[in-house]
């Protein structure tokens, strides 16, 4: 798994920016998914197409900790 490390993703055009170079490196490093992460949030993404995008907020973080590490050890499988 790459984590793509933002300063800020403060909207669609920075989120489009952040995936596309997170993607750009997996297809390089040959892993199948990465995440975009930045104070605004986590955005975990696979490149199989099978694979739905999970967005976890700033605000939803603590609260979904299970839920985001559950999805993380399930793509490091994959």
């Known amino acids: ?3 793509e490390n933002m300063l800020r993703i403060l909207d669609g055009r920075d989120l489009a920016e952040a995936k596309e170079q997170g993607k750009s490196y997996a297809l390089m490093l040959g892993v199948s998914s990465f995440v975009a992460a930045s104070p605004e949030g986590l955005w975990v993404d696979s490149l199989r197409r099978d694979e739905p995008e999970m967005h976890i907020s700033l605000d939803e973080r603590d609260a979904r900790v299970e839920g985001v590490r559950s999805k993380l ?5 994959i």
Not at 73 to 77: A, G, S, W
């Open 73 to 77: 050890l399930e793509l490091r499988t």
């Open 1 to 3: 798994m790459l984590f």
